[in-house]
């Protein structure tokens, strides 16, 4: 199945400028397939080292950092003779520091040979103090597969009529029916490679729901890394408390609900680590809805959400069955699942994390996103009841030129507010750029 990132990784290797790449995503995103199927399809051979199933790997890096030596017997052991027709994967790097350190020689002295690098937890080494090349690599996320990726292989018609669209004209109810229905089909499965392959095998929602359950377990072994074994019962408590979370009206992240009497400088580190391994999204607070969207941060309050949300699904106990139940997978958990979704898909296509924004307690904006040099509200309804008294008091408040909501109502704009039916939220880059443009 192909990703949207496969073009990215094209581009990285007709740069005239390409430094090491290093692809970053939790874990069982399909880090290790896309590199296999990009070397195997891009490059004359591929040379494929894993530093968590050989530690022996970490004694060429450890012992010295000669590149061309490096190389040379990396030759030898792998049986290919790594030159510049040859991709050099470097897979579960964040266990041999010194290997992701040697990247910076790489590019200095052997910038003809093409390097991609992954690990499950990467993004937890490079915030650990770690020796690391700054400025001598380049950077890709890896997230879930999004709607808009699995649906040529569910249905390939609706998938070329969506990327044909061309205007903000309300979908005809044949293409818009169809789509909602593959769409619900997607909040029960999720994204994650492992669930999308057991389903096309064995068109079982029971299946499905076995691999999630696996998944979550994974991750849940992932909790014992951490290098600080107090801290790993804190990982598990908040991961686990995310769903309680999200169900209150209000999403802002209570302590509390993971126990009582629970503080938040005791579990900063826990939601740190979270963060930083790709599982959770965090969505800060902003003061004022200002570029840059960081430098009003609110450091006290934010909102947790899963990394997919079939994963979410599944940790929320809701069964596949809801997919038949008519609107219930968008307004269970107080429309929780299809915020969590709009979430997964915005960060897809935002290099500016979303923020979300209140006022006195009256008002709450779901999200804030930046498009080039706007800050745009988007306000996420689970059925076709759109009324909004927030994103209203934002627009009388900011008057911002744009606003977004995503709702079960139809594709339209009008006065400034762009509605978009959820199962199109992986175009919304594309639409802004269509008003943008007329």
Not at 153 to 169: E, G, I
Not at 331 to 344: D, P, R, V
Not at 357 to 386: C, G, M, R
Not at 428 to 433: F, K
Request: hydrophobic letters at 40%; proline letters at 4%.
């Amino acid at each position: 199945m192909e990703r949207a990132l496969q073009a990215e990784l094209e581009n990285w290797k007709n740069s005239s400028v390409r430094l090491p790449l290093i692809i970053q995503g939790a874990r069982q995103v399909g880090k290790t397939y896309l590199m296999k199927w990009f070397g195997q399809h891009h490059f004359e051979k591929f040379a494929y080292f894993n530093f968590d199933e050989r530690p022996e790997l970490n004694d060429f890096f450890t012992s010295n950092k000669d590149v061309n030596r490096i190389i040379d017997s990396l030759s030898l052991i792998s049986g290919t003779l790594i030159d510049a027709s040859t991709l050099l994967i470097f897979d579960e790097i964040q266990e041999c520091p010194e290997a992701l350190n040697t990247l910076k020689y790489f590019a200095e002295k052997r910038s003809e040979i093409p390097i991609i690098c992954a690990g499950s937890l990467l993004g937890i080494t490079l915030n650990s103090g770690t020796s690391f090349p700054v400025g001598k690599v380049s950077f890709l996320t890896l997230h879930p597969f999004t709607f808009r990726e699995i649906l040529p292989y569910w249905n390939d018609k609706l998938s070329v009529y969506l990327n044909r669209l061309n205007s903000t004209d309300p979908l005809p109810d044949y293409f818009y029916n169809d789509l909602l229905d593959q769409f619900k089909r997607y909040l029960v499965t999720g994204g994650m490679p492992a669930v999308l392959n057991i389903f096309k095998q064995e068109r079982s929602f029971e299946a499905c729901d076995s691999m999630l359950n696996n998944l979550i377990l994974s991750y849940q072994g992932d909790f014992a890394k951490h290098p600080v074994m107090s801290d790993v019962a804190k990982i598990g408590q908040v991961f686990n408390s995310l769903p309680a979370q999200l169900a209150r009206e209000n999403k802002k992240f209570v302590y509390q609900l993971i126990r009582s009497g629970a503080r938040a400088r005791e579990y900063e580190d826990a939601i740190q680590w979270l963060v930083l391994s790709g599982l959770v999204h965090q969505v800060k607070l902003i003061s004022k809805p200002s570029i840059p969207l960081s430098a009003y941060d609110d450091e006290n309050a934010f909102k947790l959400y899963a990394l997919d949300v079939g994963i979410m699904r599944k940790m929320a106990k809701l069964s596949p069955l809801a997919y038949v139940e008519g609107s219930r997978l968008f307004t269970e958990f107080k429309g929780a699942m299809i915020e969590n979704y709009i979430l997964q898909s915005l960060v897809t296509q935002f290099e500016v994390t979303p923020r979300y924004w209140t006022s006195s307690n009256t008002a709450e904006v779901d999200f804030l996103i930046q498009y080039h040099n706007q800050i745009i509200p988007i306000e996420v309804k689970s059925d076709e009841n759109v009324k909004s008294r927030s994103l209203s008091e934002f627009h009388r408040k900011y008057q911002p030129k744009l606003r977004i909501r995503y709702s079960l109502k139809n594709l339209s704009y009008r006065d400034g507010l762009l509605n978009i039916p959820h199962f199109m939220s992986d175009y919304t880059w594309e639409l802004l750029n269509r008003i943008a443009h007329e």
